[in-house]
Nanobody, 122 residues
Framework: QVQLVESGGGLVQAGGSLRLSCAAS????????MGWFRQAPGKEREFVAA????????YYAGSVKGRFTISRDNAKNTVYLQMNSLKPEDTAVYYC???????????????WGQGTQVTVSS
């Protein structure tokens, strides 16, 4: 079983940038497809980005495409989410997840981190 810990969240002004990290322990991340999701207060958890275990495929939600970049460093057992041109509507708790399927549905990922808060002020 893999344990995931997110970091890098915080408060940033609109137009700013943050880089989230998701560090794994227990098992190597190299065999997992990874996803980033977010959940704002009163809303359902939504897909943000995914990257395949082989690092050959990525996929983004339309709302973040062109602003966010997902990447992975299997040697460091870490996945990243670079977030640029942040908007107030990006405010949410961001979660990373690991699974055997390259998917956008949260139900496809059995392993989750505890989340990190991102707040974008206008």
């Amino acid at each position: 079983q893999v344990q995931l810990v997110e970091s890098g969240g915080g408060l940033v002004q609109a137009g700013g940038s943050l880089r989230l990290s998701c560090a794994a322990s227990g098992r190597t991340l190299s065999s997992y497809n990874m996803g980033w999701f977010r959940q704002a207060p009163g809303k359902e958890r939504e897909f943000v980005a995914a990257i395949s275990w082989s690092d050959t495929n990525t996929y983004y939600a339309g709302s973040v495409k062109g602003r966010f970049t997902i990447s992975r460093d299997n040697a460091k057992n870490t996945v990243y989410l670079q977030m640029n041109s942040l908007k107030p509507e990006d405010t949410a708790v961001y979660y990373c997840a690991a699974g055997s399927v390259f998917a956008v549905r949260p139900q496809s990922y059995p392993y989750w981190g505890q989340g990190t808060q991102v707040t974008v002020s206008s």
